[in-house]
């Protein structure tokens, strides 16, 4: 069964993160900077929670609060859903699904980061295994293809 160290093998372990201490203006203007949807809040080279552009949005926007005067600290997800790399892919799927989460860190037991996955990320990995079966079912089934001749 495929785990989470094997997808972060493939995707790589670069994560965007945050201190506690900035603001959600800071926040936002980085996701948007890197085209992503949530940053890892790092206190001290752990996990301290994660801001997501739903938490800017419900917490900042719709409650009318000056974006450049909240922090990070203000505005994240503090009770953050964490993974480890033995994680498999299906208890991560379950747990996004679940939980209704679209980002899940993967730490290690001192809760450092040590990367990050998103549903994209699961759902690409599902995919690919999917192709690669239905080539190898075709060609089980009907043999390999002959060659076109020019």
């Known amino acids: 069964m495929a785990t989470i160290k094997d997808l972060l093998v493939k995707k790589g372990r670069h994560v965007s993160s945050i201190g506690p201490e900035a603001s959600a203006l800071d ?9 992503i949807g949530s940053l890892v809040v790092i206190h001290n080279d752990k996990v301290e929670g994660i801001i997501t552009e739903r938490d800017i949005l419900q917490r900042v926007v719709a409650a009318r609060r000056d974006p450049a005067k909240c922090r ?11 993974c480890t790399e033995v994680t498999t892919l299906d208890e991560a799927r379950g747990v996004m699904k679940n939980r209704r989460i679209r980002h899940l860190p993967v730490v290690n037991p001192r809760r450092e980061l040590l990367g990050l996955i998103s549903i994209g990320d699961l759902n690409a990995h599902l995919a690919t295994d999917q192709e690669v079966t239905i080539h ?15």
């Open 136 to 150: 190898f079912l075709h060609e089980y089934l009907y043999g390999h293809a002959p060659a076109e001749s020019p």
């Open 27 to 35: 926040a936002a203007l980085l996701m948007n900077e890197h085209k």
């Open 72 to 82: 990070v600290a203000d505005t994240m997800t503090r009770d953050v859903i964490c």
